[in-house]
């Protein structure tokens, strides 16, 4: 039991109740065995069926597409960078025999750090936007971009930047992203808040953490066709980086991602989250309700723009999940986030590199809880101002 929290954490974060209170249950008996879901076989029945239906919901979730395939692996969003450069240029050599290079936009700091990876494991990045020079606080039309050189296996982007909070309103169309480039998203704080077009992906990436689930697993859902790689041996003559093997996607797969221990307790928390979700109305039905809580935040504090300022300067690509803001200084700064505390509206400190303040208003944090915090930002605005 606890009283529903008004949490707005970046993550890991906010989860409901109900999910909660049934997996600490499970954590201790699971379906009427006298043993809980974490200390049975990941190769178990009861395990296998887990995975199984936790891809059944994700599927059913995102309308994905028999193109695809759904997957997990430990290791988080980080690991998810280094993986995903390592199997797709062991994709790219399989089509083309040779080398290539991927595309990268750097629109806030974990596309940068995701870049910088693929760079640090010896793969050739192009770097295609960048805007840092403009802090991070927009990001512009396809049309601006630098053109996709040929011979590129995929253009990568962070959908939503959880440091900065812009993201994505839509994806490039054929004039910029040409036939055979595919496009790469990390979806790690937006996964499941609105819908997409899963078939229009290569390969989305998402730790579990932010918005659907716990730390110690990420989900994959990945074009079928890039599940095939060039051998070792061709990769090792081509001069490219061979994929560790609890990375390798296909060998994962084929295991049904249990090639090595599934965290198979945080695999459930994401079924029963997204079992819930289902009930809720799917993906259609927490999109309303997500573009509502950022809608109404966003216009308490434009009300005020003497006090409050957005970061984001591009109003088009401000984040329906992380809402960045600033006050004047850093002691009206303090004093907001004291003041929040005490009404318990917790977890607004901005990320320590940009500092600020951030309100993540993931799926599980309700239209309530997002009520209070806009009555608390009106209130310390009339307070303050
Ligand atoms: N990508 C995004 C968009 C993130 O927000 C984060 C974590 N904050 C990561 C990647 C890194 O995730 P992890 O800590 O699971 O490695």
Request: charged fraction near 25%.
């Amino acid at each position: 039991e606890r009283e529903e929290p008004n949490y707005f954490g970046a993550g890991p974060a906010l989860l409901p109740t109900s999910v909660l209170q049934q997996a600490a249950y499970d954590l201790i008996t699971y379906e009427g065995d006298n043993i809980g879901i974490g200390e049975i076989s990941h190769r178990s029945k009861p395990a296998i069926k887990v995975i199984d239906d936790t891809k059944a919901n994700l599927t059913k979730l995102y309308n994905i597409p028999d193109t695809h395939e759904v997957f997990f692996m430990q290791g988080g969003g980080t690991t998810g960078f280094s993986s995903i450069a390592y199997n797709l240029f062991a994709n790219y050599a399989h089509k083309t025999g040779k080398k290539g290079k991927a595309a990268y936009a750097v629109t806030g700091s974990w596309s940068k750090k995701s870049a910088e990876e693929a760079e640090r494991l010896g793969f050739d990045v192009d770097i295609v936007v960048n805007t840092k020079s403009e802090k991070y606080g927009t990001i512009p039309p396809y049309s601006e971009w630098k053109p996709i050189d040929k011979d590129t296996a995929y253009l990568y982007v962070c959908d939503n930047e959880t440091v900065h909070g812009v993201e994505f309103k839509d994806i490039p169309g054929p004039d910029y992203l040409s036939e055979g480039v595919e496009l790469v998203a990390d979806m790690s704080s937006n996964i499941l808040s609105k819908q997409i077009d899963v078939g229009k992906y290569g390969l989305i990436m998402a730790g579990a953490q932010k918005n659907i689930g716990l730390a110690g697993l990420t989900i994959y859902i990945i074009k079928k066709s890039l599940l095939e790689q060039a051998s070792d041996e061709t990769l090792r003559q081509l001069n490219i980086p061979i994929v560790p093997i609890a990375f390798h996607y296909p060998t994962v797969v084929k295991n049904n991602s249990a090639y090595n221990t599934i965290p198979i307790f945080t695999c459930h928390i994401l079924k029963l989250v997204t079992d819930k979700l289902i009930e809720q109305g799917g993906v259609p039905a927490i999109e309303k309700i997500n573009q509502e809580k950022a809608k109404i935040l966003y216009e308490a504090l434009q009300a005020y723009p003497d006090l409050y300022s957005l970061p984001v300067t591009n109003p088009k690509v401000r984040s329906n999940m992380n809402v960045v803001f600033r006050l004047p200084n850093e002691e009206l700064e303090a004093k907001f986030i004291k003041q929040a505390g005490e009404k318990k509206l917790a977890g607004l400190k901005g990320h320590r590199s940009v500092g600020g303040m951030r309100a993540s208003i993931y799926n599980a944090v309700t239209l309530d809880s997002v009520k209070l915090l806009v009555e608390f930002v009106n209130d310390f605005a009339k307070a303050n101002s």
